[in-house]
C-alpha cells in the first residue's frame, strides 16, 4: 500500500519532454507515405503522457495488481460471473488447428463442425431435450432466441393471438427484458413467502393470449419449485408453453433435467455452468435446446450429421439467423473440454458440491444474518442484512447495511456478493460460492462475515465507514452515476 505508484493516474506520472522511446530518423521521401486528407488530421496536440519506459511499466503492473479475479481470490457471486474454471480448457481452446476462418468450407472444416454437433448431443443429454442450437452469443441473447422460437411456433400453428409471457416477480431482470424485445408483453406472477410461484395467482392470468411462462429453477433464492409438473400442466392446457431460464443449471447438473418437468424451450449458459470465466462482461455463448417437434424452429444454420459427416442445414422453418456464423466457437470448446473431462459419471458431483457449499455457509451465518427463508437451498442463498441484535435494524437510521457489509469485505481480501438482489428484500445479500471452493475457503470467509457482524454491533462506524485499506474509498455512488468521468482532463477539471 506504500508504493508511490499504487492508485496513481499515469498523468500524475507526467514530466513535460520526458520520453521513454527512441525512432531513428525517417529517410524515406514524404511521397512514400500514406498521405491522410487534410480533414482528417489532428488540429491539437494529442495530450498523451510524457514518461519514461521504465515508470510507464511499473505503473501498469501495479495496476494490473489491483485487479482482483478468481485467481486471486473468494468470489462469493458464484457461477453468475466468477468461479474458478479450468486452465486446460484455456489451452485447448488456444489450439491452432481450431483457429480457422470462420467461413471455411464445410469439407475443410469437419473437426470443428464435430465438436459443435457433439456438445449439442451432450446439452441435449444433460437437458432432457431434444436439440440444441449453439448460435446464440450470450444467455439473455439465448432467452431472446428462445422466445423467438416459441413465436415462430405459435405463428406456425395460425396462434399469433399469444403475446403474453408470465414471469415471476422474482426473475432475472433479463426475463421480462428479452421478452419486450422480442415485442411480448410481460406479466408479472407473484410469489409465496416461502418465495416460490404462487400457482393461484398464475391461474388467474393464464388464457388464449399467453405465449409463455418463463421459470427459474431453483429460482433466483435459491429455492427449489416444486410445483412444476402442476405449473406445466396448467401452462399446456392452455395452449402456451413453458421456458427455462438456465442461469441455475449448476445446482441441477445430472440430478434432474428441465426437460423432464414439462419445459418446452431453454438456454444453458455456458460461461456460467461449463467453463469460461465470464468477468467483465464477456464472451459468453447461450445455446437454446427444445423439446420434440420444435427442432425446426431452431435459427439456421443447424450442424446436423450424416453419412457424409457434418454439414450445415437451413430449414425452411427456422426463424433464420441470429448471429454471425457459428457463435463464440471458443467458449464451445471450452464447454467441450469440460464436459469431456467431468464424464457422465462426474458431471453429477458439480451440483451436489454446489448445493452443500451454499448450505453449509448459510447454515453458519444464519445466526448473524437475517436469513427470511429458512430450510434447504440449492447453489445459492439470499440474506435479508445483519440481524437487529448486530446492527442491522431497519427501523433504526444508524443501522448497518447490506451496502456497509459488502464494503467491509473488502478490507479483509473477499469480493462482495451480489447485493440488493433479488429485489423481494430490502437488504438482499445473496451468497453464491459454487462447487470449486475448497471447505478452507468458505470457512475462511464464514469467520470473516462473522466478525464483520460482530464489529457491526460494537464498532458501528468502522464498517459504516469502510473501506479503509482499498486504493480508492467509498464513493458516492448516485454522483458517480449522475457526474461520470471518463478523461483525466475533466478529472482534473
Known sequence: MNNKYYGKLIFEHSRQGRVGYSLPENNYPAECAMQLPEEQKRQSGTLLPETDELTVV????????????????????????????????EELAQLPELNIHP??????AQGCLGIYYQTQQMLSEIAGMSEFTLNPYAGAHGELTGLMVIRRYHEHNGDGARVKVLVPDSAHGTNPASAAVCGLQVVQ???????????????????????????????????FERRIPEIARLVHECGALMYYDGANLNPMLGVCRPGDMGFDVMHINLHKTF?????????????????????????????????????????????????????????????????????????????????????????????????????????EFVFDGLRAEYGGDHHDDGHVTTLDVAKRLLDYGF?????????????????????TESKDTLDEFIGVMQKIAVEARDEREMVRTAPHTTPVRRLDDVKAVKEPHFTFKAFQS
Open 275 to 379: 467453463s469460461t470465466p465470464h468477468g467483465g462482461g464477456g464472451p459468453g455463448s447461450g445455446p437454446v435446446g427444445v423439446r420434440k417437434g420444435l427442432e425446426d424452429f431452431l435459427p439456421s444454420p443447424r450442424v446436423i450429421k450424416s453419412e457424409y459427416g457434418y454439414g450445415l442445414d437451413y430449414g425452411k422453418e427456422s426463424l433464420g439467423s441470429i448471429s454471425y456464423h457459428l457463435s463464440n466457437f471458443a467458449v464451445i470448446t471450452r464447454a467441450y473440454c469440460y464436459l469431456l473431462s467431468l464424464g457422465k459419471e462426474n458431471i453429477p458431483m458439480a451440483g451436489k458440491l454446489s448445493v452443500l457449499n451454499a448450505n453449509y455457509i448459510k447454515e453458519r451465518l444464519k445466526d448473524y444474518y437475517q436469513l427470511p427463508i429458512d430450510g434447504l437451498c440449492k447453489h
Open 103 to 108: 467461413q471455411t468450407p464445410v469439407d475443410a
Open 415 to 435: 469480493h462482495a456478493p451480489t447485493i440488493y438482489f433479488p429485489l423481494l428484500f430490502h437488504e438482499a445479500l445473496m451468497i453464491e460460492p459454487t462447487e
Open 189 to 223: 406472477v407473484k410469489s409465496l413467502p416461502d418465495g416460490t410461484v404462487d400457482v393461484d395467482d398464475l391461474k388467474t392470468h393464464l388464457g388464449p393470449d399467453v405465449a409463455a411462462m418463463m421459470m427459474t429453477n431453483p429460482n433466483t433464492l435459491g429455492i
Open 58 to 89: 511499473r505503473h501498469y503492473t501495479n495496476m494490473s495488481n489491483n485487479n482482483f479475479g478468481v485467481d486471486t481470490g473468494f468470489y462469493p457471486l458464484g457461477s453468475c460471473t466468477m468461479k474458478y474454471n479450468p486452465k486446460i480448457n
